[in-house]
Nanobody, 115 residues
């Protein structure tokens, strides 16, 4: 059974930083494309960042240069390092795995950027 558990969300001031974690079980993260999505209040879910099996990363234009996705194979964990946070980054952030032709979602972690 695939399970993804996100953590690290918090209330942070504009310009601040956070690191989100996603611990996976039931899959090997290095063998599957992994992504972070987010859904802000009143907004549709959007792709934030992804990392391929080979380790290549891609980002939404809105977060390029500020967010970094990474992977720790030994811990079977995906991270999202977020810097220079803006109020518009406020959202629930979800870890998503693509495995055996379907996607698996975690429950999400809340990030609020506000002064």
């Amino acid at each position: 059974q695939v399970q993804l558990v996100e953590s690290g969300g918090d209330l942070v001031q504009p310009g601040g930083s956070l690191r989100l974690s996603c611990v996976a079980s039931g899959i090997i993260v290095s063998n599957n494309p992994m992504t972070w999505f987010r859904q802000g209040p009143g907004k549709q879910r959007e792709l934030v960042a992804g990392i391929t099996r080979g380790g290549a990363a891609n980002y939404a234009d809105s977060v390029k240069g500020r967010f970094t996705i990474s992977r720790d194979d030994a811990k079977n964990t995906i991270y999202l390092q977020m810097t220079a946070l803006k109020p518009e980054d406020t959202a629930v952030y979800y870890c998503v795995a693509f495995y055996e032709s379907r996607d698996y979602w975690g429950r999400g972690t809340q990030v609020t950027v506000s002064s």
